[in-house]
């Protein structure tokens, strides 16, 4: 049971990032000014409502340093720490 439990852990801290990862790219596209379809551009909303959730909080704590986000960097590691810790508690 904790092997099902642990393995559904990795796979939503990993789906997770790599909204996280999507978002940052497509911020980096929006700077870039490239026309994107109106669908790309709604499930990209959907996405930043998603990673929303952890990075708002982030970026309230810790604002941006000459226009450079840190906010999913932080995420990450902290999603990857949380992840270690849940799951070596599993598996003890």
């Given at each position: 049971?904790?092997?099902v439990?642990?393995?559904?852990?990795n796979?939503?801290i990993?789906?997770?990032?790599?909204?996280?990862l999507?978002?940052?790219?497509?911020?980096?596209?929006?700077?870039?000014?490239?026309?994107?379809?109106?669908?790309?551009?709604?499930?990209?909303?959907t996405?930043?409502?998603?990673?929303?959730?952890?990075?708002?909080?982030?970026r309230?704590?810790?604002?941006s340093?000459?226009?450079?986000?840190?906010?999913?960097?932080i995420?990450?590691?902290?999603?990857?720490?949380?992840?270690?810790l849940?799951?070596?508690?599993?598996?003890?």
């Amino acid at each position: 049971m904790n092997l099902v439990l642990v393995q559904t852990i990795n796979l939503i801290i990993e789906i997770f990032s790599i909204l996280i990862l999507i978002e940052v790219i497509a911020s980096w596209v929006m700077v870039a000014n490239v026309r994107l379809p109106d669908a790309v551009i709604r499930l990209l909303h959907t996405i930043s409502s998603i990673t929303g959730v952890v990075l708002n909080p982030i970026r309230r704590l810790i604002p941006s340093i000459g226009g450079l986000d840190l906010s999913p960097i932080i995420a990450l590691l902290l999603l990857d720490m949380l992840r270690r810790l849940l799951v070596s508690l599993l598996l003890r």
